[in-house]
């Protein structure tokens, strides 16, 4: 049996022939997030439990079941692994006192951790992006929201998702409904599922999400909460569709979809994608009024949402075929006593130039050598053995190419090479 140690269940690496991918997304959701104002924050991966008790809710599937939370071996506090990032960045906004100069659009990434059972696409620890507009009484930010997500998808060139919107209303249209869902769910106890049992006593409006096949009947038939609204909150969600009208994008009204979060209000929304399976959405969140409340501070507006990236990587495999891989331009070979002393300083002057270049590094004959230069992708191999150390020159051949190779002088080269690639 074999001791070797290997990484923890559902918590994965990212190797350098798949890091080019997630590099491509990065760079692409840094600059959709930079062109519409959102500025980065950075907040903790362990924070105090309590934060996403009072936060998340205490009855919801995340502080029940799927939180690392421990107890700190030095003082006793509770803290916990962050299972998603709008709660922390609604406690760093109030700590800090962000909002004192008007509202803020914030953006962050990172990793986020649950204990679920590990299946495609969702993992023990995974990352996400996330948007969050703090001060915005809307609905113009929520329509803001989707417009940005939208942008972000053309940006990758990802068709193949669906935005499923619904409104779940206020607080207290929530509860007052939540009495008329529980006495219908009340007279079909016993088509419900162990779960949906267990949330009929703490959160029957969670049953409404269920994928149980068995069950899907029985949610079909059950009061919408759309048909319980007020004027207010009908309104509001009507200007949100007429926002989206305007902008051209497509939408589907899902009246089952509530989220699992106890902090959201009004707008709630989905894009997904049938690619992915059961676990469809690539993107999530909605409006979230009384999260400030909820943390101590004052009746804030809020609104936001999370991208799923191990997910959307799911969407881009596709594409992963098309993109450049983050191959050097340069392998710099060289043999020989002078040789070995020039070539890392031709290497920084090479990079000075504003190329990159991988200096060959562990010995090896000029034939292995141009082995590993010819499978690393590079351009051109950059050759100096003692020859051109004592005449102060390199030579260049081209590994992807038919060019003929020369010799010459470094500012030469560079020309050359600059040209070439």
Not at 367 to 396: P, Y
């Amino acid at each position: 049996m074999s001791d070797q140690i290997r990484a923890v269940r559902g918590m994965n690496d990212v190797l350098p022939d798949e890091a080019y991918l997630w590099q491509f997304l990065e760079d692409n959701v840094r600059d959709v997030f930079r062109q519409y104002g959102y500025r980065n924050i950075r907040t903790p991966i362990v924070e105090y439990t309590s934060l996403f008790v009072r936060g998340v809710g205490e009855v919801t599937d995340i502080v029940e079941k799927e939180m690392y939370s421990f107890e700190d071996a030095m003082n006793g506090d509770k803290l916990s692994l962050r299972p998603e990032g709008t709660a922390p960045t609604v406690r760093a906004a109030l700590q800090h006192n962000l909002l004192y100069n008007g509202p803020q659009r914030l953006w962050y990434s990172g990793p986020l951790f649950r204990h679920e059972r590990p299946q495609k696409g969702r993992y023990r620890q995974y990352h996400t992006f996330g948007v969050e507009a703090l001060g915005f009484p809307g609905p113009d930010i929520d329509i803001e929201m989707l417009v940005l997500a939208r942008r972000l998808w053309q940006r990758l060139g990802i068709d193949n998702v669906e935005l499923q919107i619904n409104t779940i209303g206020s607080n207290d249209e929530r509860h007052a409904f939540r009495g008329k869902l529980v006495e219908y769910f009340e007279q079909h106890r016993d088509v419900l599922d162990e779960d949906s049992q267990r949330r009929l006593l703490t959160n029957p409006l969670r049953i409404l999400d269920s994928k149980n096949p068995a069950m899907q009947s029985v949610i079909d038939a059950a009061p919408k909460l759309m048909d319980h609204l007020g004027d207010a909150s009908r309104a509001n969600f009507d200007r949100v569709l007429s926002g989206l009208k305007t902008a051209t994008i497509p939408y589907v009204i899902n009246p089952r979809l509530v989220r699992g979060l106890d902090y959201y209000n009004l707008t709630v929304f989905e894009w997904v994608s049938g690619a992915l399976g059961a676990q469809s959405a690539v993107c999530s969140g909605g409006r979230y009024d009384g999260l400030f409340e909820q943390l101590g501070g004052k009746a804030t507006p809020g609104c936001g949402f999370g991208i799923g990236v191990e997910r959307l990587l799911l969407l881009l495999a596709e594409k992963a075929a098309t993109l450049p891989k983050l191959e050097p331009d340069l392998w710099l070979v060289h043999q020989g006593e002078a040789a070995d002393i020039a070539a890392p300083l031709v290497a920084e002057q090479l990079r000075d130039a504003g190329l990159n270049v991988v200096l060959h590094c562990g010995g090896g004959s000029f034939k292995a050598q141009m082995k590993k230069a010819d499978a690393s992708g590079a351009r051109f191999a950059v050759i100096i053995g003692d020859n051109e150390a004592a005449a102060g020159q390199l030579t260049v051949k081209a590994l992807r190419q038919a060019l003929e190779q020369k010799t010459m002088v470094l500012q030469d080269a560079i020309a050359m090479l600059k040209n070439g690639i």
